[in-house]
């Protein structure tokens, strides 16, 4: 765990995949062809955070979806990147416009597409439900599975590494220092 501490200390950009890692991966349609999907409130507080702390956040997927619009949106995520069944070179793209080191960026995945970026990032992680293939080559796997709290494993691990999480929950607890 200490590796994946180390790793996670050097971060300063996060990507998330949407379905899979952000959702449960189902997709709901309705009779009108309209397209749902459910986002996991904790994991959108767990990214705000995360933003708050310095850590730029950004999403790359291979579907488009008007509601994974509006949800990064709501979150502040200004890098959203849709339509990329080759995730690869937008990764490429983004890491240069953002001018970090491909060792400074975590990518969070769940499917065989994103194996492709996971090998060239400084922190690889798979959702506990990713495809087996997916978590062999991830350098952490979360506790939670993909839409069930993934990405607040993930954002929670990087703000504890870069000592930023005590601090946090002090600020939800209030000023005066007692403890409930």
């Known amino acids: 765990m200490q590796d994946i501490f180390e790793r996670a200390k050097a971060i300063r950009v996060v990507i998330f995949d949407v379905d899979g890692v952000l959702t449960d991966g189902s997709l709901y349609l309705g009779d009108d062809g309209q397209e749902y999907k459910a986002f996991n409130s904790r994991d959108g507080h767990g990214m705000a955070m995360l933003r708050d702390s310095g850590v730029t956040l ?6 488009r979806s008007e509601v994974v619009r509006i949800r990064m949106q709501s979150l502040g995520i200004e890098h959203v990147h849709q339509g990329c069944p080759d995730k690869l070179p937008t990764f490429l793209a983004l890491a240069g416009e953002l001018g970090v080191p491909h060792q ?7 499917d065989l597409m994103d194996l492709p970026v996971m090998r060239r990032v400084g922190l690889a992680v798979a959702v506990a439900d990713a495809h087996p293939v997916v978590r062999e080559h991830a350098h952490w796997c979360t506790p939670s599975g993909g839409g069930r709290g993934a990405a607040r494993d993930l954002c929670e691990l990087i703000l504890r590494a870069q000592g930023k999480l005590d601090a946090l929950v002090q600020t939800y607890l209030g000023t005066t220092g007692a403890s409930a």
């Open 104 to 110: 400074a960026v975590a990518y969070m995945g769940d």
């Open 58 to 63: 950004g999403v790359i997927t291979g579907r």
